[in-house]
């Protein structure tokens, strides 16, 4: 077994800048255009990879599956070994639902030399919604075993995560199997060699982009716990809570559990795991947005943490310090001035336009007093050397190093 690979091409430089048209319409949700451009660029390449490949998803996308069939059973006339190909034939054959065909064509891309990720993760997911869960246990063990020697990480880590989702989906759907969640710990005394964070990272990122119901929770706590047992680092580093975040996140809206609570909990992870190319200052208002929408439903009454710890762990010890100190305060104004508010020193002004736009004028004028006596305290005192842990002149009763002395 080996990774996919680049396939030889023959495209002009003609149908590559039609390939680029027709992708910028894609983005203008102009399909129609779109697919006018790729047929041309067919016409210029009839023998291009790139060009076939894309069209076919075209055709897909905008509803003609018979004419990406076409195009491809064709296409596979001159090509019959090109896995890539032969992968989008049986998605194709899946959109028409024609199950006895997509399956044929699944296996024989899943029992080819050239396995990919994504690949995995398409047979995987049709061959539950086929309910084949029995088929697909087997092979997922099989591409697993072969994926271990020699280590192919990203193959070995789409099998395992399919794996845990196949265990959560049968119980959903009542279909007994004897996969338990000790798999992964009898699959690394075996094979030593995937005790590694890329591994377990690439795992756990894998199941937050598939469909899983709340019912992979019992399996998906083993598999992290599992993880952190064999390389007990891993759980401080943030590639891997960012991953687990994500996962607990893709169950929230899978299972449409949108809750005030689980709004903070996602908001709060995306603005913990920002990238330098995440809009933070719009994160950071969302973030006090959710907030304030707690401590609103708490002056009318409780939120139910419980279920919620239960259910997502790790997003709760995101939010936990913050919901137990504002169900537990006996004054909650006060609270939202500190906790809240707090978090907004040294706003941007575009994140200060932003709250403007967004809150109501008596709120933003509380909130713009509150940080305009932050600023004014510390100016009054910028003279003289503050300890770090000197409480912080603002007044909040923080130390200086927790609240305004942070950099």
Request: glycine share 4%; net charge neutral.
């Amino acid at each position: 077994m080996t990774k996919s690979i680049d396939l030889s091409d023959n495209i002009s430089a003609n149908a590559k800048k039609l390939c680029a048209e027709s992708e910028k319409n894609e983005a203008k949700e102009n399909p129609s255009k779109a697919v006018a451009l790729l047929e041309e660029a067919l016409a210029d390449s009839p023998r291009s990879i790139t060009v076939i490949t894309k069209l076919s998803q075209a055709y897909r996308r905008s509803g003609s599956t018979g004419k990406a069939i076409k195009l491809l059973e064709n296409a596979l006339a001159d090509n019959s070994s090109c896995t890539r190909l032969e992968h989008l034939l049986a998605g194709a054959y899946s959109d028409r639902k024609w199950g006895k065909k997509a399956i044929a064509q699944y296996t024989k891309c899943i029992d080819s030399s050239d396995i990919y990720p994504e690949l995995v993760q398409d047979f995987s997911e049709f061959m539950l919604d086929s309910g084949e869960h029995d088929a697909l246990i087997s092979k997922l063990c099989e591409l697993a075993e072969k994926s271990a020697n020699p280590f192919e990480p990203d193959i070995a880590a789409m099998c395992m995560a399919m794996l845990y989702s196949a265990m959560g989906d049968c119980v959903t759907n009542g279909v007994k199997t004897e996969l338990t969640a000790d798999y992964l710990s009898g699959y690394l005394a075996k094979y030593p060699c995937a005790a590694n964070k890329d591994f377990f990272i690439r795992t756990i990122k894998n199941l937050s982009e598939t469909p899983n119901d709340i019912s992979i929770k019992s399996f998906s706590d083993k598999l992290i716990k599992t993880m952190a047992a064999a390389v007990p680092a891993i759980l401080s580093d943030n590639r891997f809570l960012n991953a687990v975040a994500d996962f607990e996140s893709s169950l929230i809206l899978f299972g449409n559990d949108v809750t005030e609570l689980t709004l903070l909990a996602m908001r709060t992870a995306k603005l913990k795991f920002a990238s330098p190319d995440d809009d933070k200052d719009n994160l950071r208002y969302l973030v006090f947005d959710a907030k304030m929408t707690i401590v609103d439903v708490l002056r009318k009454g409780s939120v139910d943490t419980e279920k919620f710890s239960e259910k997502y762990p790790y997003l709760w010890t995101l939010i936990s310090d913050f919901v137990l100190g504002a169900s537990n305060t006996k004054d909650l104004k006060n609270f939202a001035r500190e906790e809240i508010y707090g978090d907004l020193k040294n706003a941007s002004p575009r994140l200060m336009k932003i709250l403007e736009e967004n809150i109501n004028p008596d709120g933003f004028a509380a909130l713009k007093k509150f940080l305009d006596a932050c600023a004014d305290a510390v100016k009054g005192v910028k003279s003289s050397k503050i300890s770090p842990n000197s409480p912080c002149p603002c007044g909040s009763g923080k130390k200086y190093k927790k609240c305004c002395g942070l950099k």
